[in-house]
């Protein structure tokens, strides 16, 4: 089954919505600095989403957009995420970072960001995938803080591309909704679709909400496509 994978939660309420509408991988940001602090959750409040996850078999993520690897590191061990997703703009995981963290934290495994923006971004994941967990493929850069959130797609091919050659799972994400994120699996046949933008209202004052009867379209969709092509 593709997994469905749903940012950014702000508190405990709208994380329990959105795994009771089918999420299989649920994103937020934790506080950090750096960047635009726009809907970052205090560590207590991840606390409690992390534990509802974890009791109910949801894998949890932390995305980091920050430069500071001790800082990351920090936030890492003091939350325990599943998976610590790298996408800040100028940061990008490497070996040291991966061996550190199997090392560290062996609890949690690591996804990086791949921005893509050409063909380029081919050559990118192969070396990602050698020492990395999960990819995950994404469109364009938030005004400084990192890879994504931009709630526009991009050229499907080249994820197809990076699917079909790399062996570790692949997260397609940006500008995914109800609208597109069946033929989005049908085309590309990842491992896992996220959604942010789609699946959310953005107030004026930058306040971010899940929009649930969205988040729940989104995972039926992306559930029964996945079905239907026999996905496993
Ligand atoms: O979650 C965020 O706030 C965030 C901030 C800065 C960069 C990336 C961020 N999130 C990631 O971006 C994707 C795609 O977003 P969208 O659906 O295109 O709006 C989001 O799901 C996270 O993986």
């Not at 999960?134 to 699917?163: F, M, P, Q």
Request: glycine share 8%.
């Amino acid at each position: 089954m593709v997994k469905t994978q749903i940012y950014s939660i702000v508190n405990y309420n709208e994380a329990v919505q959105v795994m009771d509408a089918g999420a299989d991988h649920i994103g937020l940001v934790p506080m950090q600095t750096g960047g635009i602090p726009a809907h970052r959750v205090p560590y207590d409040v991840i606390d409690k989403i992390y534990a509802e996850a974890k009791r109910r078999g949801v894998k949890t993520i932390s995305i980091m957009l920050n430069k500071d690897v001790e800082e990351m590191f920090f936030i890492i061990k003091r939350l325990n995420p599943d998976i610590v997703h790298i996408a800040g703009m100028d940061y990008t995981a490497d070996q040291a970072f991966a061996d550190r963290l199997h090392k560290e934290c062996p609890g949690t495994e690591l996804m990086q960001a791949v921005l893509v923006d050409g063909p380029g971004a081919l050559e990118r994941a192969k070396e990602y995938a050698k020492y990395c967990d999960y990819l995950l493929t994404d469109t364009g850069l938030a005004v400084d803080t990192g890879i994504g959130a931009s709630g526009k797609t991009h050229d499907w091919n080249i994820d197809r591309e990076i699917v079909e050659t790399v062996s570790i799972p692949v997260i397609i994400a940006g500008g995914l909704g109800p609208d597109n994120v069946e033929e989005c699996i049908e085309k590309i046949r990842p491992y896992g679709v996220d959604s942010l933008s789609k699946t959310s209202t953005k107030f004026r004052d930058g306040v971010i909400e899940k929009d649930i009867p969205k988040v729940k379209e989104f995972c039926e969709k992306a559930h029964a496509m996945s079905e239907k092509l026999n996905l496993s």
